[in-house]
Every structure is written in structure tokens, then in C-alpha cells.
């Protein structure tokens, strides 16, 4: 048994995934509030390697295979001023909730919102925005719409009743991404709470956390690293294939 070939080949799945990751981050990096994939490399224990005398009682270790795991990093994104009345950006560590297709919630630091047809404040999704007494829904939006910093909502410069609330979480890392920067817990155990105070910034989006240029350096050491374990690989099978030759040519 080559164990060489073994890791080579964990390492190259592994690496699959690197570059997997890096591509969506990039074709994310200019969602607004977009939180980048990392990914960390970490052994997992393989197979059983004979040492010395087999029958020692230590005459076996186990050999190592690489593999990858991922995580959300969640540092804050740059604010862009857009002057959007109905755009907002959150300062702090707290996400906007969204109700999703299916009824259930989502939670998203992009905070690019418009009004629908009927007045719901949503998402460029479509995904109503929940506020401290369900979705948002101003009926009769005529006027300007102004949004305070603690999320109240007035039209035409009277208050509408309606303010946007920000719920913290509290182990960020059960968030899973669902795609389009929302996440949703799995873990139904992880408290969340609702911000007493939110901190807003009207006209305003976060931009992703993504740094394109660095992604693009991993990306260069990610093929560079796959094609080297490719080579392992290959040159393995030439030797075999040699040895298969060799010992199959009858010697005269």
C-alpha cells in the first residue's frame, strides 16, 4: 500500500474544495453584507502503517490524511453611502430578519430594501423585512420615507407605527449561508435575542468582507498545490505500470 497516494489523493479533494470556496466568494464579493467562506486544512486519522516486528505490541501506527472544514468570517464589511432612503447598514454585530418563502426566517446583514407594489418593505429577493411586530407593510407609502437610526419608519414625516427591529446571536457559528448572504440556524437550541437598541445607518450598505485580491493569490497556491499532488499521483502510476512491465517481460 502506497500511503503517498492515499494522501495525495484526500489532499486534491480537499483542494477541490479550497477552490470551490474561493470561486464563491468572488462571485459574491460585491453583495452587499456578504460574509466570506474561510476554509482551514486539519488531519483526520487513516489506515493502519506496520513498524519494526509486526508482532510487537506497538507494531502499528496510524498514517494521516488531510482534509478541509469550513467557517463564515464574520468581520464587518466597509459602509458604502448610497442615499437610499430604504437602505441600511448595521453597525455592531446584529443581522436584519427576513421571512422567507416558506414562512420561516432568515437573517442577512444586506440591508439593501425596497417597497413593493403593496407597500411591504422587502428584499431584492422578494423576502418581507420583519420588524418589531411582524413583516413591515406601509399601505400607503406616499411621502418620503425616512428610516431613524433605532430602525422607526415615518412617511411624509409622520411616524407609520413600523420599525425595523436587528436580532443577536448568540454563537454565531451555527449560522449556516444559505446563499444570497442569508443564513438560518439548524440549531433550534442557539438563543436569539432581539437588539433593545438598534444601530442603523440609514442610506447606507455594507459592503462584503471579501478581499478579491487575496482570493485570487489563493487561488494561484490552491492550483499550484493540486497540480503537485496530481504529479504524485501520476508518477506513481508510471512506476507501477513499469514494475507491472518489467516482471510480465520473460527473461531470456
Known sequence: MNVSVYQAASSMSALARWQETIAENLSASKVPGYKATNLTFKGETGGQLPIGNASAPDSSSHYILPTAETSIRFLDGQLEKTEVP???????????????????????????????QEGNLVTKQGFRVIGTSGTILLP????????????????????????????EIEDRSKLKAIGGGFFNLEDESVLVEETETPSLKPGYLEGSNVAPMQEMTRLIDVMRSYQSNQKIIQTHDQRIGQTISELGTPAF
Do not use: C, M, W
Request: charged share 25%; glycine share 16%; no cysteine.
Open 86 to 116: 430604504t437602505h441600511l447598514a448595521i453597525t455592531g454585530d446584529a443581522f436584519f430578519e427576513v421571512e422567507l418563502d416558506n414562512g420561516k426566517s432568515a437573517y442577512t446583514r444586506d440591508g439593501e430594501f425596497s417597497l413593493d
Open 140 to 167: 400607503d407609502p406616499d411621502g418620503t420615507i425616512e428610516i431613524s437610526e433605532s430602525g422607526k419608519i415615518s412617511v411624509g414625516g409622520k411616524g407609520s407605527g413600523q420599525q425595523i427591529h436587528t436580532v
